[in-house]
């Protein structure tokens, strides 16, 4: 599939979520909503309804400054949410969903030479993303925007910072069965994820996966967590620099302020993520 060829669905709902995150102070009717996407009223409810699980106007809660405050004013340490899902503590990971591991020094020195990763583009609820796994493990989940080309060139140069040396093989057909897990994986089987890091890149991205769906946390909060307090600026360097998007959720860290702040992938595929994770564990 090419790059261009976006989901209808996520594209209009992408362009409601802008709208709806610059306007949500004035508390836009459904029929100006449905106006930005170009659908009727009733349509654009039953798309969006069947997108985020929840009616625009309660997604419409989910996206104010008011809510992401309260969530990190209120919201649980990272230490506490550990001991509420069963963790040992937090330097352990929720290996019931995510195993995050590096990738072995030797591999690290050498970028990636004599490894194959196959790769391909699919499908997600946020538009399509390139996915790359060395066998079963995934080492890259990089959404993509419209107007990004999606030529074997192109798509080769996303791999060239982390694994310059690494053989590429386009193999779509070979990736289904594990991205048709990452979006719809309700019997949280477990992904394994591997990936080129430092030590302090890991150690960030490790405690990025102990944020609960539906939470969110501040950059200072990964810092103190980490044993950093300092560091929240390099902690968000590392964020940054995240490889896997999605499944370590550098999208759950936002600013001591309540902003979303930015998002490699884009502020309101970010707005879209948290939302659409909120409303999952409100229904639940």
């Not at 944020?211 to 929240?232: C, H, K, T």
Request: aromatic letters at 10%; charged letters at 20%; hydrophobic letters at 40%.
């Amino acid at each position: 599939m090419n790059a261009t060829e976006t989901s209808p669905t996520y594209q209009q709902i992408a362009r409601s979520i802008e709208f709806l995150t610059e306007n949500f102070r004035q508390q836009p009717s459904l029929a100006a909503v449905a106006d930005r996407a170009n659908l009727s009223e009733y349509h654009f409810q039953r798309l969006f309804s069947d997108w985020a699980g929840v009616s625009p106007k309660k997604f419409l809660q989910y996206l104010t400054l008011d809510f992401a405050k309260e969530r990190l004013r209120h919201g649980l340490t990272l230490a506490e949410t550990a001991d509420e899902t069963g963790l040992s503590g937090t330097g352990r990971l929720h290996d019931l969903f995510v195993v995050l591991e590096g990738i072995t020094p030797g591999q690290f020195k050498q970028g990636g030479e004599g490894i194959t990763i196959r790769y391909g583009i699919f499908e997600s609820p946020f538009g399509p993303y390139l996915l790359g796994a060395i066998g079963h493990k995934i080492c890259k989940l990089d959404f993509l925007d419209e107007a990004e080309p999606s030529d074997p060139a192109s798509l080769a140069r996303r791999f060239a910072t982390d694994w310059p040396e690494a053989r590429l093989m386009a193999d779509p057909s070979a990736l289904h069965s594990l991205a048709d897990t990452i979006f719809t994986n309700a019997d949280r089987k477990p992904l394994d994820v591997v990936v080129k890091a430092s030590p302090f890149q890991l150690k960030v991205w490790e405690a990025l996966l102990r944020i609960p769906e539906g939470q969110v946390v501040s950059y200072d909060q990964i810092a103190a967590v980490i044993g950093l307090p300092s560091a929240s600026r390099a902690v968000g360097t590392a964020i940054g620099s995240n490889p896997v998007g999605y499944l370590i959720p550098c999208h759950r860290v936002i600013r001591k302020t309540g902003l979303f702040g930015h998002y490699r992938w884009g502020a309101t595929r970010k707005t879209a993520l948290l939302g659409w994770e909120a409303a999952q564990v409100g229904n639940e």
